[in-house]
Structures are given as structure tokens and as C-alpha cells.
């Protein structure tokens, strides 16, 4: 018999995070999708319909460690343990020249792409301690790359973000190492959603091939940046 897998996605309200609950709900999988606004979830409560007994739906501001922690005791409720953690959730802001750029937005920058990913395992990594086969993605981009750093269309506190993601998950994949639990930073390549609306991708394919790269990595790829067709990333 296989086993199902207990998916966690940040960022599941809409775009990329709302394709990747919907292809995992395809595959049979038990999902819990994370939204940070109530009213942006017309598509989850939709697919709750559908998946009455697989789709949980739980608020959660990756921002707020308050919300993570009471997240991870309403899922303790229904599970023990988590397979897949998929931090998902980002923001981006445009236009940033010099002269544009907000201590604000640069403080959400941080918060919600490279610090959120970090509180959501601390707090669900006894979760995923519990898995046989445990796996933290934190989807990431080649604009968090400083080799490959340019100039183009500023980008500051997203680019700057990522970058920070990538050394607090290469940092943590050490740490996880001794308790079996796989850490991948993935480039997902330009999807098109709100945040890149020209982008030729549509998150459908992209989630798709998400999660192919997902059951591909073992725990020997732990801490690697790579692409979604397992091409390692320059840092």
C-alpha cells in the first residue's frame, strides 16, 4: 500500500502555494493550507468542499510567531507528524531605486521571506521529526543568488531577502542533518502570479514540477540550492 504524505504549504491562498495544495489534493495527499487572510480564500474554501476529510485550513501570518505556535497546536489536533513543509509564503516590492527604498517594506522583506520560513520549523520541527521520510522546501530565487546579483528593476529588500534565506536554510540543513530531515532551497524559475505578472510559466505547471523535484532529492541533496530540474544554483 503507499503511503500518503501530510503536506504543510505556506502561502496556499492563491498562485503558486493555491496550485501546489491543488495537485497534492490531486494526488490524494492530506494537505494543510495556510492563508494569512481570511477574505482571500474563496478558492481553498471551494476545494474544502471537495476535500472535506484531506484539506485543513488554517490561518497563520508567517509574520506572527504567535499565530505559528497556535497553528502547530490546532494540527496537533489532527496529526502528529508532517512529511512535506513547504514554506511558500513571499512578498516583493518594485520600483526600488536608492532614493524608493522603505525601512518598512525592507523590515516585511525580511520577515515574511527569510525569517518567517525559520519560525515555521522551529515550531513544526517535532512535526517532522515524527515523518519517516521528513522535507522542508523553502521556495527561494535566483535573485537571492550574490554571484549572480544585477542591477535590474532594484528588487533591494526582495533580492537581499532571499539571499538571507538561502544562508539561514544552509545553515539549518547542518542541524537537521542528525535527525534525518532533508532541507531544500528551490528556484522555482519566473511563474506567473500577482507578485510576477509577466512571467510566461503559469503556477499549474510550475507547482507540477515542484513537486517532481520534491520527490526526487534525497537527504544526501540537504542544503543545496538547485532548480526545479535538480541544477544546482550558484550562491
Not at 471551494?46 to 484531506?54: F, V
Not at 533591494?156 to 534525518?180: D, I, P, Q, T, V
Not at 513537486?211 to 544554483?233: H, Q, V, Y
Request: glycine residues 6%; proline residues 3%; aromatic residues 6%.
Amino acid at each position: 500500500m503507499t503511503r500518503m504524505s501530510k503536506v504543510l504549504i505556506t502561502g496556499a491562498s492563491r498562485g503558486l502555494g493555491l496550485n501546489l495544495v491543488i495537485r497534492y489534493l490531486e494526488k490524494g495527499e492530506t494537505v494543510f493550507a495556510c492563508y494569512r487572510e481570511k477574505r482571500c480564500i474563496s478558492a481553498l474554501s471551494s476545494l474544502k468542499q471537495k476535500y472535506k476529510d484531506r484539506l485543513f485550513l488554517i490561518k497563520l501570518d508567517v509574520t506572527d510567531e504567535k499565530e505559528i505556535s497556535r497553528a502547530a497546536r490546532i494540527i496537533s489536533k489532527t496529526t502528529s507528524s508532517i512529511d512535506i513543509l513547504i514554506n511558500n509564503a513571499g512578498v516583493i516590492f518594485r520600483n526600488e531605486s536608492i532614493a524608493d527604498l522603505s525601512a518598512k517594506n525592507s523590515r516585511d522583506s525580511f520577515a515574511v521571506n527569510s525569517i518567517g520560513p525559520m519560525l515555521m520549523v522551529k515550531h513544526f520541527i517535532k512535526f517532522l521529526k515524527c515523518s519517516k521520510n521528513p522535507k522542508i522546501i523553502n521556495i527561494s530565487s535566483i535573485s537571492g543568488s550574490i554571484s549572480r546579483v544585477s542591477g535590474f528593476g532594484g528588487l533591494y529588500s526582495y533580492k537581499a531577502s532571499k539571499a538571507a534565506l538561502n544562508m539561514f536554510s544552509r545553515l539549518l540543513s547542518h542541524e537537521l542533518m542528525k535527525h534525518g530531515i532533508s532541507m531544500i532551497i528551490l528556484d522555482p524559475g519566473l511563474v506567473k502570479t500577482r507578485m510576477n505578472p509577466g512571467a510566461s510559466d503559469s503556477p499549474a505547471k510550475t507547482a507540477s514540477k515542484i513537486i517532481s523535484a520534491i520527490e526526487n532529492p534525497g537527504i544526501k541533496d540537504s542544503g543545496k540550492f538547485i532548480t526545479l530540474d535538480s541544477k544546482e544554483c550558484p550562491w
